[in-house]
T-cell receptor, first 110, second 112 residues
Framework: NAGVTQTPKFRVLKTGQSMTLLCAQDMNHEYMYWYRQDPGMGLRLIHYSVGEGTTAKGEVPDGYNVSRLKKQNFLLGLESAAPSQTSVYFC?????????FGPGTRLTVT | KNEVEQSPQNLTAQEGEFITINCSYSVGISALHWLQQHPGGGIVSLFMLSSGKKKHGRLIATINIQEKHSSLHITASHPRDSAVYICAVRNAGGTSYGKLTFGQGTILTVHP
């Protein structure tokens, strides 16, 4: 099993550009999450999903959108990137309580 | 004040030393997680506990629910233990999706 994978691993965007981060899991987990990690701060939840076709806002959802069209995939979109969105993004999935994390995507917005 | 506070923020040790990382939280929880993040790497779960103590190899995690405090101990530390250790709590009640609140992490460096 690949577990949780994320693409891309690195990306540099200019302010105003858009992009989509892809998270995929092969563990048949119902729950999926997108976090951002910034220096000096703990991981913060952006959006989450409790099942295929459902999404909900986390702590810091502004500027992001998500979709979960298939159970195994959870997409995070930035419609108009801003420098404040420079961060490392982690996807995670869980069946019940324990969360399994992807390797992260390092995004820089200039 | 953050809901989850870790101490110390940075920790340097010599190989073989006994290490303790502390986590205090201010909310009611149903479980506490300890996670490990290697430089440039992903995040892996070390422990999930709701009471008492768990041990895995050289790692030991304890929790005191009454005092809202948990500790992660590493015995006979090794340079490969160098990583960021993150405490996260699962709030009591709420929805079933298992929202976690994370501490800022403790950066551990073990020198040979």
């Amino acid at each position: 099993n690949a577990g949780v994978t994320q693409t891309p691993k690195f990306r540099v965007l200019k302010t105003g550009q858009s992009m989509t981060l892809l998270c995929a899991q092969d563990m048949n987990h119902e729950y999926m999450y997108w976090y951002r990690q910034d220096p000096g701060m703990g991981l913060r939840l952006i959006h989450y999903s409790v099942g295929e076709g459902t999404t909900a806002k986390g702590e810091v959802p502004d500027g992001y959108n998500v979709s979960r069209l298939k159970k195994q995939n959870f997409l995070l979109g930035l419609e108009s990137a801003a420098p404040s969105q420079t961060s490392v993004y982690f996807c995670a999935s869980s069946y019940h309580y324990e969360q399994y994390f992807g390797p992260g995507t390092r995004l820089t917005v200039t | 004040k953050n809901e989850v506070e870790q101490s110390p923020q940075n920790l340097t040790a010599q190989e073989g030393e006994f290490i303790t990382i502390n986590c205090s939280y201010s909310v009611g929880i149903s479980a506490l997680h300890w996670l490990q993040q290697h430089p440039g790497g992903g995040i892996v779960s070390l422990f999930m506990l709701s009471s008492g103590k768990k041990k895995h190899g050289r790692l030991i995690a304890t929790i005191n629910i009454q005092e809202k405090h948990s500790s992660l101990h590493i015995t006979a530390s090794h340079p490969r233990d160098s990583a960021v250790y993150i405490c996260a709590v699962r709030n009591a009640g709420g929805t079933s999706y298992g929202k976690l609140t994370f501490g800022q992490g403790t950066i551990l460096t073990v020198h040979p």
